[in-house]
């Protein structure tokens, strides 16, 4: 095989891509990527020697694990440049330690010769997944792994906006280091899965912090879905720090902003609500966006993931930027941030008065703003509304959408809810039923959405406060039931958060993970309740209790 990948949910036949990524990656852009990921768990030993985190390299890694994400970088050239930057990290953090009198580490595959890039390239295609060959320690390794990924993405956007946490530094480094060690039995691999659920949630809190801080909590918000006449830029992905400097530059040029996708949530934040240019949200979840962004008629850019590579005959590929750690042949990338200046979005800005004002593919409203400050201020209105019956349960269907057909089953379940029941989402997934006429409950709308996929620990907040409300000792006494699409590693990291709070019960689809080997899924499902799904209705029926 020319590569091995299935880190997603989409892995070819449930079990791997070896040709070609169902993503669009190449074998050579997953391979250096494999690469990339193996250079760093080296710096992550160093490290560890070291017993301290340096700025730059603690930079430098969180962006390096970004950047492999699925559908965030598709540019071999930008990967290869990570590994060379990765690469003299690594020199300088051996000089560090063997400074110190320190003996390098001496662990699985990690080697310590001192080699150019081209002798990295070549050896690209040998350090990958498979070359843990106990499946079930590869599994684990790989999970914890992922998990990373998820966890180095959330920090990432939380340095942007100037909050770090050292001890998720640490923990990172630690992680990736373990998974290097063949020494390490299947149980401590088993308790650093759920250590890096710990450490999830302490990042999306640090990151709920840094967005919260910067922009205000979010509000309940009608975000509307049609256009205006002005040409307009398209900004998706996840990074509310793009946004703002987006929106500050074409301010009084004529040119509007719209969110797509997974940058939907800033339409709730108070600081960007005072830009009259921001026009609200357009279009559906990322896997559309072929269509979509032919419509749209202006400049597209992607701060973080989600990319799918255009068809040959798409006309708006010259059109598409990327920042941060996303990238695409052919896209231009807009550099990071310098010495505390701001990105310079000018070329998009002026790009936009030259094209067309959107077309219009939809018209209305929808509502979203129930972050856990928000759902907090009306606690007492949902307490009331369970207590008397008129909410029975609640249904978490927070996640990430894709393009699998069976994702149809999100829309059916939605659709087919007992209309007592309330659903809580973030993220993506949202788009299955975000639009639909589910209507409201004595005024609570029936679907909350608490924002990006970063914004489940808003779920997670408001499930231990009613479970402090109803003074109850587990959270699994609650009534929420757990129905959560999944697509990459960032809500994977999600997931391990979830465990490590209690949550149990927990039901992923479309289909479960191919990295879970039969036997760490087993101890998945034993110790956590961790299923699939199967139909609809009969799904409904688990879920409310009607079937033994």
Same mark, same amino acid.
């Given at each position: 095989m020319s590569m091995f990948c299935y880190q997603c949910q989409e892995a070819a036949k449930g079990v791997g891509c070896t040709i070609k990524g169902v993503c669009g990656k190449t074998d050579t852009v997953s391979n250096s990527q494999d690469l990339l990921v193996w250079i760093l768990k080296?710096? *992550?030993? %160093?490290?560890?020697?070291?017993?301290? #985190?340096d700025a730059k390299v603690d930079a430098f890694t969180l962006e390096a694990l970004f950047a492999t994400i699925t559908n965030a970088n598709f540019d071999e @050239? *930008?990967?290869? +440049?990570?590994?060379?930057?990765?690469?003299?990290?690594?020199?300088?953090?051996? &000089?560090?330690?063997? &400074?110190?009198?320190?003996?390098?580490?001496?662990?699985?595959?990690?080697?310590?010769? &001192?080699?150019?890039?081209? @002798?990295?390239?070549?050896? *690209?295609?040998?350090? =990958?997944?498979?070359?843990?060959? +106990?499946?079930?320690?590869?599994?684990?390794?790989?999970?914890?792994?992922? =998990?990373?990924?998820g966890m180095a993405a959330y920090a990432e956007h939380a340095l942007n906006l100037g909050h770090e946490n050292k001890e998720i530094y640490k923990f990172i480094y630690k992680a990736l280091a373990a998974t290097t060690n063949d020494e390490l039995p299947a149980d401590e691999l088993i308790a650093l899965t759920l250590e890096t659920g710990k450490f999830g949630v302490d990042v999306m809190a640090l990151l709920d912090q840094a967005n919260t801080s910067a922009y205000g909590n979010p509000e309940v918000t009608k975000v509307n879905i =049609?256009?205006?006449?002005?040409?307009?830029?398209?900004?998706?992905?996840? @990074?509310?720090?793009?946004?703002?400097? %987006?929106?500050?530059?074409?301010?009084?040029?004529?040119? @509007?902003?719209? #969110?797509?996708?997974?940058?939907?949530?800033?339409?709730?934040?108070?600081?960007f609500k005072k830009y009259e240019h921001f026009v609200g949200n357009y279009g559906n979840a990322w896997w559309k966006q072929k269509e979509e962004f032919e419509t749209f008629n202006g400049p597209i850019i992607f701060t973080t993931n989600c990319i799918v590579p255009p068809p040959a005959n798409a006309t708006y590929a010259d059109k598409v930027f990327t920042t941060g750690a996303s990238g695409f042949p052919g896209f231009k990338h807009i550099p990071s941030r310098e010495d505390g200046k701001t990105k310079d979005f000018s070329e998009i800005i002026e790009l936009a008065k030259t094209c067309k004002a959107p077309t219009q593919i939809e018209e209305g409203e929808i509502i979203g703003g129930f972050a856990h400050n928000q759902v907090m201020q009306v606690a007492d209105k949902v307490v009331d509304a369970v207590k008397s019956g008129a909410i029975r349960k609640f249904f978490v269907m927070a996640g990430c959408d894709g393009r699998m057909k069976g994702r149809d089953y999100y829309t059916e379940f939605a659709e087919k809810l007992p209309q007592d029941t309330v659903i809580l989402t973030a993220g993506c997934a949202k788009y299955r039923y975000n639009k639909l006429p589910l209507g409201d409950i004595g005024g609570i709308p029936r679907v909350l959405d608490a924002g990006q996929c970063n914004d489940s620990y808003s779920l997670a907040v408001i499930a231990l406060k009613l479970k402090e409300v109803f003074e109850l000792n587990d959270i699994n006494d609650l009534p929420i039931a757990y129905n959560i699409a999944w697509y990459e590693q960032k809500a994977v990291i999600v997931l391990l958060a979830l465990l490590h709070l209690g949550v149990k019960n927990i039901h992923l689809g479309p289909t479960l993970p191919a990295f879970l080997s039969p036997n760490v899924a087993k101890v998945l499902v034993e110790t956590f309740g961790i299923g699939g799904i199967g139909t609809v209705d009969e799904d409904m029926k688990m879920f409310l209790g009607e079937i033994a």
């Open positions: 080296g710096i *992550a030993l %160093l490290a560890e020697e070291l017993k301290e #985190t @050239d *930008a990967i290869y +440049n990570k590994v060379e930057q990765a690469i003299a990290i690594r020199e300088e953090l051996k &000089a560090k330690v063997t &400074a110190k009198g320190i003996a390098l580490p001496q662990h699985g595959s990690v080697s310590w010769t &001192a080699a150019s890039l081209e @002798d990295m390239k070549r050896k *690209a295609p040998f350090v =990958g997944v498979l070359t843990t060959v +106990n499946e079930d320690v590869r599994s684990l390794r790989e999970l914890i792994i992922y =998990g990373l990924k =049609g256009v205006r006449e002005n040409p307009a830029i398209l900004i998706s992905g996840h @990074d509310l720090k793009d946004m703002e400097e %987006l929106l500050a530059q074409t301010e009084g040029t004529g040119v @509007d902003v719209y #969110t797509h996708s997974e940058m939907l949530p800033a339409n709730y934040y108070p600081a």
